[in-house]
């Protein structure tokens, strides 16, 4: 298996560019700021695994530069804040967050889905459904939808994947391969978007 990461940021993920003191337990900062090494800001974190002959395995990414993941941010916060909201309530400041793709418009993502594009990496593919997931008090990221999709290459060789797109901008973040094998185990690098493989607003 065969895996690469592209990280895009102010410096070397890595390099140690200063120190930092932390906050003490009587601080009023929240969250706390920990003691430690201060390392270059990332805007993007990808991660992507293929097998032996260069079929995609999984695909991730996570940073400032998927679009739609800080306003889910802020409304993970809000959420987190009123643990007494109802449903309603929380799909209420979901739309006002600005959410371009919330649990009613699984007809409008499935028509912005960026087909082309993904065809280019994981051959012919045929959406098989989209479900949208996480806007519960729980779930950690702020909502996503997921969508499993058959895909067929050029050799006739077909695989089953699922994707991830984030619900405010529809970015792309996850791809991971839903029939497990010794080649092709279901996996989870971190987050990715480019602005090439996000749905279409």
């Known amino acids: 298996m065969r895996k690469f990461e592209l990280y895009v940021g102010e410096g070397k993920k890595d390099r140690v560019i200063g120190y930092i003191g932390g906050t003490t337990k009587d601080s009023s900062q929240n969250p706390p700021v920990l003691p430690g090494p201060v390392y270059p800001k990332q805007y993007l974190a990808t991660g992507f695994k293929f097998d032996e002959t260069g079929r995609l395995l999984a695909f991730a990414a996570e940073g400032e530069a998927v679009k739609g993941l800080a306003v889910g941010g802020e409304f993970r916060e809000a959420r987190e804040g ?35 594009l993904l065809e280019r990496y994981l051959g012919k593919l045929t959406v098989e459904s989209a479900e949208f997931k996480g806007i519960n008090h729980d ?12 895909a067929k290459d050029r050799q006739g060789r077909q695989m089953k994947y ?25 996996c989870t690098p971190s987050l990715h978007e480019t602005s090439d493989l996000s749905v279409s607003s």
Do not use: C
């Open 82 to 116: 009123h643990p007494e909201w109802t449903d309603a309530q929380v799909l209420s400041e979901f739309r006002q967050k600005g959410a371009q793709y919330g649990p009613p418009d699984k007809e409008k993502l499935l028509k912005n889905l960026p087909v082309d």
């Open 162 to 186: 699922t994707l991830l797109f984030e619900p405010f901008k529809g970015s792309l973040m996850n791809i991971t391969v839903d029939e497990p094998s010794a080649a092709a185990k279901r």
């Open 139 to 150: 779930a950690l990221p702020p909502g996503w939808w997921s969508v499993r999709i058959r």
